[in-house]
Nanobody, 121 residues
Framework: QVHLVESGGGLVQPGGSLRLSCVAS????????MGWYRQAPGKERELVAK???????NYADSVKGRFTISRDNAKNTVYLQMNTLNPENTAVYYC???????????????WGQGTLVTVSS
């Protein structure tokens, strides 16, 4: 069993910042890509940012220049620094990771439970 647990969501005013964290735990052999997705009310889940095990990053166009994804492989943790937030960023943010577990050795796509980010004055 492996788990992803997000933290760091909350209420923030427009223009403010938040930092999300996601920690993987369990019988982890290694972790490939890690990423953040979000789902706003009435909308489909969408990719926000991804980071590979070699620290290559990919961002949604709407967050480029404002959000930064990073990871600490020693801590099995991925972060999302969100700056200059606006109400359109309000959503539940989900952590996702492709995790190799052992034994037996296999790859799993794992999702966290989500953390709510509300941007409002």
């Amino acid at each position: 069993q492996v788990h992803l647990v997000e933290s760091g969501g909350g209420l923030v005013q427009p223009g403010g910042s938040l930092r999300l964290s996601c920690v993987a735990s369990g019988s982890i052999f290694s972790i490939d890509d890690m990423g953040w997705y979000r789902q706003a009310p009435g909308k489909e889940r969408e990719l926000v940012a991804k980071i590979t095990s070699r620290l290559r990053t990919n961002y949604a166009d709407s967050v480029k220049g404002r959000f930064t994804i990073s990871r600490d492989n020693a801590k099995n943790t991925v972060y999302l620094q969100m700056n200059t937030l606006n109400p359109e960023n309000t959503a539940v943010y989900y952590c996702n990771a492709n995790i190799w577990v052992s034994p037996p050795v296999k790859s799993l796509a794992v999702w966290g439970q989500g953390t709510l980010v509300t941007v409002s004055s």
